[in-house]
């Protein structure tokens, strides 16, 4: 084997370990977030902070029997540590720090299970001013996780999404500038399909076979660049159209589906886009089933903004700008992967080794999320 061969063949192990990287830390597709409202009107402070059991768990370990359900007496009795943990992680300045206090607990279930839900109390220093926000929710345990807020501040309503770089954030009075709610939730998007495995899984499926084409059943390297350009640029637009359409209706509470359903034909779809690679049923028409399926990815983008019931004129605006992020995750992936496989095209290393066996991977990928999500499996420790 001479070097040349050498170097594409360690270039395509490189390209099918990165698949697998990507995939193994999502063997659960929803990433964590918390929702928190809040009205701040002269000095006083209510609000509203929605935040999953499972995070609760994961951060004080509620599950006192250890039998994996969290009943209402396990949850009751630690109500006082919650209070405590969640407070201990939420500060607002208005003329100094505004305490603030847990009145009551309840308990409610979102599109991703159940939900403990926080009633706050407190008051400010001052009635009139900036206000300051320092959130500090489970950082340190999960990058990943996300505080999803909406603010009323005097009568304005301001929207952010706090997260380990956004963390203290200063609201001015008068002043909910659209253009940096808008920035917020753009950043949001490329973010959200950046750790979105499964969306991202979906998307290389369905590149994999672009820089191919099958004559006489057999699969050998497309001439030319541009060729393979025009595939990609059907099967991103397809499914930008698609899931674009779903996550509009999803975010604006017209179409609402169970999170498990559409976990779980995502899962589905990563699975068949991977099998029509080995099996061609679709054949140049992939950008039927990116379309097609894309309709279901648009339900799962929308869970991040779906629950945190923006008031209309700020859930438009934050819709354009996250799905506009999007669009610019999937491009960058795109720009990236697309011209190291039109390179490595005609190499075995890539028909058999990417193509084939990055397929197969993803196969085994998908069955294991299809089979947690349908059944509420754990087959895999995502630890």
Known sequence: MNWRALWHVGLSALLLCALLLC??????????????????????????????????????????????????GELRARHADIAAWATSALTLERGGTCPLQVTQHQVDTHTDGAYAVLTLQGQCPAAKGDLALHYRLLFEQDALHRGLLRLELDGLTHSAVLAPDTAQQRFAVGDASRLTQFGQFLVQGVWHIWIGFDHILFLLSLLLPVVLVRRAGVWQGVGRFRDALREVLWVVTAFTAAHSITLSLAALRVV????????????LSVLLAAANNLWPVVGERRWMVAFGFGL??????????????????????????????????????????????????????????????????????????????????RLISAS
């Open 23 to 72: 995939a193994l830390p999502a063997w659960a597709h929803k990433a964590s977030d918390s929702y928190l409202v809040l009205q701040v009107s002269g000095a006083e402070v209510s609000g509203q902070w929605d935040i999953a059991l499972r995070d609760i768990d994961f951060a004080l370990g509620l599950d006192a029997d250890g039998n994996g359900d969290i009943t209402w």
């Open 256 to 267: 609402e589906l169970p999170s498990r359903w559409v976990e779980s034909a995502i899962a």
């Open 296 to 377: 279901i990815h648009g339900f799962g983008f929308a869970s991040v903004l779906a629950e945190l019931g923006l008031p209309q004129e700020t859930l438009v605006l934050s819709l354009v700008g996250f799905n506009l992020g999007v669009e610019v995750g999937q491009l960058a992936i795109v720009a990236v992967f697309l011209p190291l496989i039109f390179w490595l095209r005609n190499t075995p290393a890539y028909r058999r080794g990417i193509f084939v066996g990055g397929s197969l991977l993803t196969m085994a990928i998908a069955l294991v999320w299809l089979a947690e999500r349908t059944l509420d499996l």
